[in-house]
């Protein structure tokens, strides 16, 4: 490809919209273009990236025995209503009337179109298993589009499905799964981090998640140095040492005049964090909730909304606690009525907290649970952080953030009851299926492997996945030979199978060159007529800032050397 054909233009300057590194540099490389919030074209660059994953991603799920099929992207919406997942999903799902004003989403995902199909060719054992997948296009709509592909409401996915007989076919099912990821992430020159996840509204128990260690990553990973545990922000579990455990006090009601955040009452009363009672308030499904928490810790919402088994969960307004005759400031589950109560598992951590008066400028002191107020619910519903015990081991925690790449969940038996895909055992008897979820967004990938892998010059490609694997530089000069010699290895180039830009334009060194490492193809290949005089070419790896200089009758083998060693 000659770059003055090629559709989309290279930008100087870092376009006003863009946040993350990676929508950046694609919009400066001429990859993307935004239509709407969340609404990208991929242009040929990023197109040819695209198609370069999925093609490896597609043979990892071929040798792993999945066959690749096609579903449809509008879906009836009573599908979700008989799982119940058109809640679970709420705003986030895409739907529309058809003219016969009947409802539709378009699909997120495809758990449900998949079972109902399962359904309809499965009816015995010897039918199983199953591992069906495709790559396909998926709307959701995402309150806060961000990042350029990290995180739009149409996108590129690979989602596979397995349909077993048991619990063993199950895991192995998905043991085949976790192989075939790490093999499409190596085989992309992106090292992965596998992590214990929360399986969110596709529900399912065991569930992971694979993430690129990114500096700009908008997930928070848990992990133990010592024992590799490691686990996203929302499942991360950590020990909560003690905070005290002296012999019970009386009950103490206390004046703290002007005193309303954990930090104001524990420097007032000369007592840590760690010994006081924290009050959050939420609103789950309409419906107020008091959280209780030790002061030091924060509430995983995460946890908590799993706790609830609710859909809708947010922060109650100020206004929505004292409607409920509450105190801001000075909230207690101490003698509270008609308020659902949550407290962690942190509060059987000590003794002789400090916690809210539910009168105005007033605490109580020695607040001991359950002595003295009772909770609905005890669960651990804090966040996990760094500089926390690991449970595991017993180590330090420590954190690192990442984007997320790819998704794998055990879903059981849910949604095959609901949608009723069931088949006959060998001794007759009907049973569900067992299923797993398994998914790869294309273009987050794409994006995340430039969030892990740039410079201050531009994109940094992984061989395996770059658009091109060399960027042909002619540096014309009048009356030189580079012209000719430059069509000529264009050609062998291209015979041999290599993909090549050939940068054609009759732009300057400076110019050529920053295009080169903007765009981030792996070897630069450079003919002047400084380099022609020893007949030589120069040859560099993006990667690298010293270049080496070539014989011209040695090229093609070396650049073949070097692709081939970078695949």
């Not at 792993?64 to 919406?77: H, N, R, T, Y």
């Not at 979700?80 to 009947?102: C, I, N, S």
């Not at 992430?185 to 992106?190: E, K, M, T, V």
């Not at 908590?304 to 004292?322: F, P, S, Y």
């Amino acid at each position: 490809m000659r770059v003055s054909k090629l559709f989309g233009k290279t930008l100087r300057e870092v376009p006003a919209e863009a946040e993350s590194v990676s929508h950046q540099l694609m919009l400066r490389a001429g990859m993307i273009s935004q239509l709407a919030a969340g609404v990208y074209s991929y242009l040929p660059l990023a197109w040819r990236v695209l198609k370069k994953i999925e093609n490896i991603i597609r043979e990892e799920m071929d040798r792993a025995g999945g066959q690749e099929l096609s579903m449809p992207v509008l879906q009836p919406l009573e599908m979700w209503q008989e799982t119940g997942r058109d809640r679970a999903f709420g705003k986030g799902l895409f739907t529309l009337f058809d003219r016969r004003e009947r409802k539709l989403a378009l699909g997120p995902t495809h758990e449900e179109v998949i079972t109902q199909l399962v359904s309809r060719n499965v009816q015995s054992y010897r039918d199983l298993p199953l591992l069906l997948y495709q790559i396909q296009t998926k709307f959701r709509d995402e309150p806060r589009p961000r990042g350029g592909l990290i995180r739009v409401r149409e996108f590129p996915m690979k989602d596979l499905y397995s349909f077993d007989a048991d619990e063993s076919g199950l895991d192995e099912s998905y043991r085949k799964m976790l192989q075939a990821y790490k093999n499409i992430y190596a085989r992309c020159g992106l090292p992965a981090l596998l992590v214990e996840a929360d399986s969110g509204a596709i529900g399912g128990k065991d569930s992971h998640e694979f993430m690129l260690v990114a500096e700009n990553g908008e997930d928070e990973v848990i992990y133990c140095p010592q024992c590799n545990y490691a686990a996203n922000a929302e499942k991360a579990q950590s020990v909560k040492e003690s905070a005290g455990s002296g012999a019970p006090l009386p009950l103490e009601e206390v004046a703290t005049p002007g005193m309303a955040t954990i930090e104001e009452v524990s420097g007032f009363l000369g007592v840590p964090s760690s010994q006081t009672i924290k009050a959050v308030f939420y609103v789950a499904d309409g419906e107020l909730i008091f959280v209780a928490i030790r002061g030091d810790l924060e509430v995983n919402e995460i946890k908590l909304k799993n706790v609830l088994g609710g859909v809708e969960l947010r922060m109650a307004t100020e206004d929505e606690v004292t409607a409920a005759g509450i105190v801001p400031g000075a909230a207690s589950p101490i003698g509270l009525k008609d308020i659902r109560v949550i407290a962690d598992d942190s509060l059987n951590t000590g003794t002789n907290f400090v916690a809210g008066g539910n009168k105005p400028d007033t605490h109580c002191k020695n607040v001991n649970f359950p002595r003295d107020f009772t909770a609905d619910v005890v669960a651990d519903i804090a966040r996990a952080r760094a500089g926390q015990v690991c449970s595991g081991c017993g180590g330090r925690l420590a954190s690192l953030f990442g984007i997320e790449v790819g998704h794998i969940f055990k879903l059981g038996t849910f949604f095959s009851e609901k949608l009723g895909a069931f088949y006959i055992d060998e001794k007759g008897v009907s049973r569900p299926l067992v299923m797993g979820c398994y998914g790869i967004g294309v273009g987050r990938l794409l994006s995340a492997a430039i969030e892990q892998s740039h410079d201050d010059q531009g994109i940094i490609w992984p061989m395996p996945i770059a658009p091109y694997q060399i960027y042909l530089c002619p540096l014309y000069r009048e009356g030189s030979d580079v012209a000719g010699v430059t069509e000529k290895l264009y050609a062998e180039l291209e015979a041999e199978g290599l993909e090549v830009l050939f940068d054609d334009r009759q732009e300057s060194a400076g110019i050529k060159f920053n295009d080169a490492d903007l765009v981030g193809i792996p070897l630069r290949l450079t003919i002047s007529p400084r380099s022609l005089k020893n007949d030589s070419v120069e040859i560099k790896k993006r990667s690298e800032k010293e270049a080496e200089l070539v014989p011209l009758e040695a090229v093609v083998a070396r650049i073949k050397e070097m692709a081939s060693s970078a695949a």
